[in-house]
């Protein structure tokens, strides 16, 4: 039943009423079992979110729109995370340290020491 448990302000991306940052994506929201339809529809919510996010879009509408020709919005996309990569200030390297060190324990926790193949050799391929 569409919209039984949870209100979406727009079906198309998944919104949640109420919650502006927050989306629901795949069969969730597509009321199709078909995992390829699925993930089709989560990549597509993922990649509008975080478009919207670093401001490179300015409205769904042009989403909507970008969306139909990827190809030729994807040299877009592009240089505009390009644009805004290049306004922000440079790093403080006792952050950047910081985020290696937290990356490198995280790797720790979970086994990645040899390797991304020998990793997933080891724990599996997601699902």
Same mark, same amino acid.
Request: with cysteine; net charge negative.
């Given at each position: 039943?569409?919209?039984?448990?949870?209100? +979406?302000?727009? =079906?198309?991306? /998944?919104?949640?009423? %109420?919650?502006?940052?927050?989306?629901?994506?795949?069969?969730?929201? &597509?009321?199709?079992?078909? @995992?390829?339809?699925?993930?089709?529809?989560?990549? +597509? *919510?993922?990649?509008?979110?975080?478009?919207? +996010? #670093? %401001?490179?879009?300015?409205?769904?509408? &042009?989403?909507?729109? /970008? *969306?139909?020709?990827?190809?030729?919005?994807? !040299?877009?996309?592009?240089?505009? @995370? $390009?644009? !805004? #990569?290049?306004?922000?200030?440079? $790093?403080?390297?006792?952050? @950047?340290? $910081?985020? #290696? !060190?937290?990356?490198?324990?995280?790797?720790?926790?979970? %086994?990645?020491?040899?390797? +991304?193949?020998? =990793? @997933?050799?080891?724990? /599996?391929?997601?699902?």
């Amino acid at each position: 039943m569409k919209g039984e448990l949870i209100d +979406y302000s727009d =079906w198309e991306f /998944g919104r949640v009423a %109420g919650f502006p940052t927050l989306f629901a994506a795949g069969n969730v929201v &597509t009321g199709k079992g078909n @995992i390829v339809a699925s993930r089709k529809h989560a990549k +597509y *919510v993922s990649e509008q979110a975080v478009e919207q +996010y #670093l %401001g490179l879009v300015e409205s769904d509408e &042009t989403v909507r729109q /970008g *969306v139909a020709k990827p190809e030729s919005h994807a !040299e877009g996309v592009a240089n505009g @995370i $390009a644009a !805004e #990569l290049d306004g922000q200030p440079a $790093a403080d390297p006792a952050q @950047i340290e $910081a985020a #290696l !060190e937290r990356v490198r324990r995280r790797q720790q926790d979970v %086994g990645y020491d040899a390797g +991304y193949k020998s =990793w @997933i050799e080891k724990a /599996g391929r997601p699902c």
